[in-house]
């Protein structure tokens, strides 16, 4: 039967000039065989194998370039010039749909319940998760570390047994301020800054999803309300953050009616919680800010900031304002320099790159938690820094 769904799946890929995941899923329906990602991994590579362009293969293997990362090649000789377009190609190597359903399965939209009223709540911020970063430089780095999907997993589970243990409220919000995504196809979002990745798009954006359904899950059952803010608008992630926290609130909507998720696409935003306003941002954005929000406040941020709050008439609305940011990799509170707001940098949830190690320094990485009265200045500070 493999075999067979196969040659089937290769017919209608030649035939239909479609995609191979829609190849497959049509030759799946047609023998009535259940389509999973096994079995699209496996057909799909079968069908690259039978239907490559055995020129293109060769030209470029010959110099060391691997054939499926090349849409076109254009060979030049003294005697000719010929264009030829590789079928094998795809720009969009991500069957985002087949990695999607895998949780979606008997699920419909839940009707989410209301906000429980509360004196105090929970807020837990992460940042600069770098998913897909290659810190190890096969073992070439000052301080070499496999910062894979288990080493990931090993930490969300760390992160919400803390979490738990730290517990002062029925309220949880998780703030998660940019740069969740290393890179796409081993760049910045903004192109042009080479990235050394452990991974290849399409696992980066499986271990992602994955790693943020792991989280509220796990926390689902022990708050009555959790509010998950992520910020999409960032240097590194980019729009490949949006896709992955969009399908992260697709599967939340309809998996977790006391779970609501927020995804941010200007790069400052803001949200007020009783006398609380929390300003939040990666602290670089996707195209503009070559340098971004520094790690210590001076006058030129102070002013921006202060710009922000008077245009969104923040003052009037809260008693007390934090601007939250990541991108530093720091853990930095500043509750001095500025009169109208505090100036927080939160560390990085992964380790550091090979780059910052070899640059500055090995650095620490974790997360921050506080529990924060609703309505008084009282706010416990906690953070916690990975081994």
């Not at 190597?93 to 419909?108: L, P, R, T």
């Not at 910045?188 to 990235?195: A, V, W």
């Not at 953050?241 to 927020?262: M, Q």
């Not at 500043?334 to 780059?355: G, I, K, L, R």
Request: aromatic residues 12%.
């Amino acid at each position: 039967m493999r075999d067979k769904l196969y040659e089937l799946s290769l017919k209608i890929y030649k035939e239909n000039l479609c995609t191979k995941a829609y190849a497959i899923k049509m030759a799946c329906t047609q023998l009535g065989v259940e389509f999973s990602e096994t079995t699209r991994r496996l057909a799909s590579r079968y069908i690259k194998e039978k239907s490559v362009d055995k020129g293109i293969r060769t030209a470029t293997e010959s110099v060391e370039v691997s054939y499926e990362n090349v849409p076109h090649l254009w060979l030049k000789t003294k005697e000719a010039s010929l264009f030829v377009k590789n079928p094998d190609y795809e720009k969009n190597e991500i069957d985002f749909e087949g990695i999607i359903s895998q949780y979606m399965s008997n699920y419909a939209e839940v009707k989410k319940i209301n906000t429980p009223k509360t004196k105090n709540f929970d807020r837990v911020v992460w940042t600069d998760v770098h998913i897909g970063m290659d810190a190890c430089g096969r073992g070439l780095a000052l301080y070499p570390i496999e910062w894979g999907h288990d080493l990931l997993m090993s930490r969300i589970d760390i992160m919400v047994n803390f979490i738990i243990d730290n517990k002062s409220s029925d309220i949880l919000i998780i703030d998660e301020l940019g740069d969740f995504m290393d890179g796409w196809n081993g760049e910045t979002t903004r192109g042009g800054h080479k990235l050394p990745q452990n991974m290849s798009n399409e696992e980066a954006f499986d271990t992602g999803l994955k790693a943020k359904i792991r989280l509220v899950e796990s926390l689902s059952t022990h708050y009555k309300h959790i509010t998950c803010n992520n910020i999409c608008n960032d240097n590194h992630a980019g729009s490949f953050g949006y896709i992955v926290n969009s399908a992260f609130k697709g599967i939340v909507d309809c998996k977790l009616k006391n779970v609501v998720v927020n995804n941010y696409k200007k790069f400052i935003s803001h949200y007020i919680m009783g006398d609380h306003c929390f300003i939040i941002t990666h602290g670089k954005d996707d195209k503009n800010l070559k340098f971004g929000f520094k790690p210590i406040l001076d006058p030129r941020t102070s002013e921006k900031i202060s710009q922000y709050i008077r245009h969104n008439d923040l003052i009037s609305q809260s008693k007390y304002i934090e601007f939250s940011k990541g991108d530093s990799h720091q853990c930095l509170f500043d509750m001095c320099t500025s009169d109208e707001f505090d100036y927080f940098n939160f560390p990085a949830f992964s380790p550091s790159s090979q780059w910052i190690q070899t640059n500055f320094k090995k650095g620490r990485s974790g997360f921050v938690m506080q529990n924060i009265d609703m309505y008084s200045d009282r706010k416990n500070i906690k953070p916690y820094f990975f081994m």
